[in-house]
């Protein structure tokens, strides 16, 4: 009788049953990982902005400081990109992924191996090219790191190439990374952005988008 006639309450009152809804609970990603995965994304950013700002300056003091905060903040993601397999080794704490088709669960892992590869590879390409120029490499201050090659002018130049590809394509995934996760918050309309936000950021987004849902 009291499950009749709470049934009936909510009936009568909409906004009660859409107060449950504007709370459901989101599966998220362990604090580390969150902390991890927008701290690279920073990293990223700042190296590149390093670099492009570097182009648009003719000062040779300024380009070189320039240069020697891109190859700091390069290092700092390689370090950053080896915790979070590190982290992933650990088999921290992770969303169950079961709502998601089988495409999108292997599409997803495709794209995070492409971008840990290179995450990995581009900081070390730009390592190694620093060295084949006879040029030291020093993160804020600190060091040299160790060389890893001898200096060579022809190894110079296709590491150059080689550093300048793979960083455009680390962007590059990075934008398709970033495009789907958009996709599925405002398309597919389910939580994989939401469990990789700060939990205020979170929150925010969540109580946002039910309360849509609810009108």
């Given at each position: 009788?009291?499950?009749?006639?709470?049934?009936?309450?909510?009936a009568m009152?909409?906004?009660?049953?859409?107060?449950?809804?504007?709370?459901?609970?989101?599966?998220?990603?362990?604090?580390?990982?969150?902390?991890?995965?927008?701290?690279?994304a920073?990293?990223i950013?700042?190296?590149?902005a390093?670099i492009?700002?570097?182009?648009?300056?003719?000062?040779?003091a300024?380009?070189?400081?320039?240069?020697?905060?891109?190859?700091?903040?390069?290092?700092?993601?390689?370090i950053?990109?080896?915790?979070r397999?590190?982290?992933?080794a650990?088999?921290?704490?992770?969303p169950?992924?079961?709502?998601?088709?089988a495409l999108f669960?292997?599409?997803?892992s495709?794209?995070?191996?492409m971008?840990?590869?290179?995450?990995?590879a581009?900081?070390?390409?730009g390592?190694?090219l620093?060295?084949a120029r006879?040029?030291?490499?020093y993160v804020?201050?600190?060091?040299?790191l160790?060389?890893?090659?001898?200096?060579?002018a022809?190894l110079?130049?296709?590491?150059a190439d080689?550093?300048?590809?793979?960083a455009?394509?680390?962007l590059?995934?990075?934008?398709i990374?970033a495009?789907?996760?958009m996709?599925h918050?405002f398309?597919?309309?389910d939580?994989?952005?939401l469990?990789?936000?700060?939990?205020l950021f979170?929150t925010r987004?969540?109580?946002?988008?039910?309360?849509?849902?609810?009108?």
């Amino acid at each position: 009788m009291s499950a009749l006639l709470h049934s009936e309450s909510l009936a009568m009152h909409p906004s009660a049953q859409s107060h449950r809804v504007l709370h459901t609970p989101v599966e998220r990603h362990h604090r580390a990982t969150i902390a991890l995965h927008w701290a690279t994304a920073s990293l990223i950013l700042g190296a590149v902005a390093l670099i492009l700002v570097r182009d648009l300056v003719d000062t040779k003091a300024l380009r070189a400081l320039l240069l020697e905060g891109h190859r700091g903040f390069g290092v700092l993601v390689l370090i950053a990109a080896t915790a979070r397999l590190v982290q992933r080794a650990r088999r921290l704490p992770r969303p169950s992924e079961a709502d998601m088709p089988a495409l999108f669960r292997r599409a997803a892992s495709a794209t995070h191996a492409m971008l840990y590869g290179l995450l990995l590879a581009v900081p070390v390409l730009g390592w190694a090219l620093s060295c084949a120029r006879g040029q030291a490499v020093y993160v804020f201050g600190l060091g040299p790191l160790p060389t890893l090659l001898a200096r060579s002018a022809d190894l110079a130049d296709t590491l150059a190439d080689c550093h300048g590809w793979a960083a455009w394509s680390l962007l590059a995934l990075v934008g398709i990374h970033a495009f789907a996760a958009m996709w599925h918050h405002f398309v597919r309309r389910d939580p994989v952005l939401l469990r990789m936000l700060p939990s205020l950021f979170a929150t925010r987004l969540q109580a946002r988008r039910d309360a849509d849902a609810a009108i």
